[in-house]
């Protein structure tokens, strides 16, 4: 923030709540008085520490996967579902694969996966040539997919991109991973009301993005939201919405399971049963192991509709 502005009167009138990371897992929404434009800041530390925990990333990737997460609340924070919200990429890179996952009761995981351990930190690099992919499972509405080419430089151009593709709006992501804990935080243009002044418009969004892009990851990583909004934006009048909580949690079960098993096949399932005596299957993110003996999987098949628990 330029000095030439601290003569100017503080209207700094950032609502704290008692709340104000209280949790250590949360997304807080920003709005501001004066301007056509939203903000949501999200840090999840548990939730992402439980997610890379047993897995043996290299820190780059478990920093990406960071900003998945954090990203995928993000996300979710723009979107209205009522289900799940998957972002990943699909891409020739050094990863296979990396998704974050976040539904709207705010349960999150995510997972990366490659041949060989990626040595390289570069977004390019790790994933390729490629797209961003968004899909929305909604449990009222009909699945949605969003795509949009990866841009080289982040995941965070990626999502403007998008947004811009797909919305029409302007938005501006920066993300903030260490060990402990991965931070999101975004500004957008809300739809404009009709008659509203576009160049109006564009100059206030240009004059809250410059000071967003004076944001460094040591802030992002160790002041509250308060004091980040209040560090940023001490000049404007902005209102900090209370909290909303994310935790990680795994949606696998036996039963999902067991369906997947009758996808496969009997005669694969059962040639596996015949070598090995039962079927054993680990969840890829959480690790728990799911075992069907040769019984539970001659029941499986004999009644696709009543599923063995
Ligand atoms: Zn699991």
Same mark, same amino acid.
């Given at each position: 923030m330029s000095e030439s502005s601290s003569?100017?009167?503080?209207?700094?009138?950032?609502?704290?709540?008692?709340?104000?990371?209280?949790?250590?897992?949360?997304?807080?929404?920003?709005?501001?008085?004066?301007?056509?434009?939203?903000?949501?800041?999200?840090?999840?530390?548990?939730?992402?520490?439980?997610t890379v925990s047993n897995h043996a990333y290299p820190p780059a990737v478990s920093s990406l996967l960071g900003e998945f997460l954090a990203a995928g609340v993000l996300m979710g924070s723009a979107i209205k579902y009522d289900g799940r919200l998957v972002l990943q990429v699909r891409g020739d890179g050094e990863l296979n694969l990396i998704m974050a996952e976040c539904t709207s009761e705010g349960a999150i995981r995510g997972i990366a996966r490659f041949d060989v351990a990626p040595e390289s930190a570069d977004?390019?690099?790790?994933?390729?040539?490629?797209?961003?992919?968004?899909?929305?499972?909604?449990?009222?509405?009909?699945?949605?997919?969003?795509?949009?080419?990866?841009?080289?430089?982040?995941?965070?151009?990626?999502? %403007?991109?998008?947004?811009? %593709?797909?919305?029409?709006? %302007?938005?501006?992501?920066?993300?903030?991973?260490?060990?402990? %804990?991965?931070?999101?935080?975004?500004?957008q243009q809300l739809p404009g009301a009709s008659g509203s002044d576009a160049d109006a418009r564009e100059e206030s969004w240009q004059h809250l993005l410059t000071l967003a892009q004076t944001l460094t990851p040591s802030e992002m990583l160790a002041l509250s939201n308060a004091e980040l909004l209040h560090r940023l934006y001490h000049q404007e009048e902005v209102k900090l919405f209370p909290p909303r909580q994310f935790h990680y949690q795994c949606s696998c079960s036996r039963e999902r399971t067991a369906r997947a098993l009758i996808s496969i096949g009997k005669e694969e399932v059962d040639s596996i049963v015949a070598e090995q005596g039962a079927v054993s299957i680990a969840c890829e993110f959480c690790g728990t192991d799911y075992r069907f003996d040769a019984s539970e999987i001659a029941l499986l098949f004999q009644d696709r509709g009543d599923l063995i628990h």
């Amino acid at each position: 923030m330029s000095e030439s502005s601290s003569s100017t009167p503080d209207k700094s009138q950032v609502h704290k709540t008692s709340a104000d990371n209280a949790s250590t897992d949360i997304c807080q929404r920003f709005l501001f008085a004066d301007a056509d434009v939203r903000g949501e800041i999200v840090r999840l530390t548990r939730s992402y520490t439980d997610t890379v925990s047993n897995h043996a990333y290299p820190p780059a990737v478990s920093s990406l996967l960071g900003e998945f997460l954090a990203a995928g609340v993000l996300m979710g924070s723009a979107i209205k579902y009522d289900g799940r919200l998957v972002l990943q990429v699909r891409g020739d890179g050094e990863l296979n694969l990396i998704m974050a996952e976040c539904t709207s009761e705010g349960a999150i995981r995510g997972i990366a996966r490659f041949d060989v351990a990626p040595e390289s930190a570069d977004f390019d690099a790790l994933t390729g040539n490629g797209v961003l992919v968004i899909t929305v499972d909604s449990r009222h509405a009909d699945p949605y997919q969003g795509i949009v080419s990866l841009e080289g430089e982040s995941l965070a151009a990626s999502l %403007q991109t998008y947004f811009a %593709q797909s919305e029409q709006l %302007q938005s501006w992501f920066y993300f903030a991973v260490d060990e402990d %804990q991965a931070c999101g935080f975004m500004i957008q243009q809300l739809p404009g009301a009709s008659g509203s002044d576009a160049d109006a418009r564009e100059e206030s969004w240009q004059h809250l993005l410059t000071l967003a892009q004076t944001l460094t990851p040591s802030e992002m990583l160790a002041l509250s939201n308060a004091e980040l909004l209040h560090r940023l934006y001490h000049q404007e009048e902005v209102k900090l919405f209370p909290p909303r909580q994310f935790h990680y949690q795994c949606s696998c079960s036996r039963e999902r399971t067991a369906r997947a098993l009758i996808s496969i096949g009997k005669e694969e399932v059962d040639s596996i049963v015949a070598e090995q005596g039962a079927v054993s299957i680990a969840c890829e993110f959480c690790g728990t192991d799911y075992r069907f003996d040769a019984s539970e999987i001659a029941l499986l098949f004999q009644d696709r509709g009543d599923l063995i628990h």
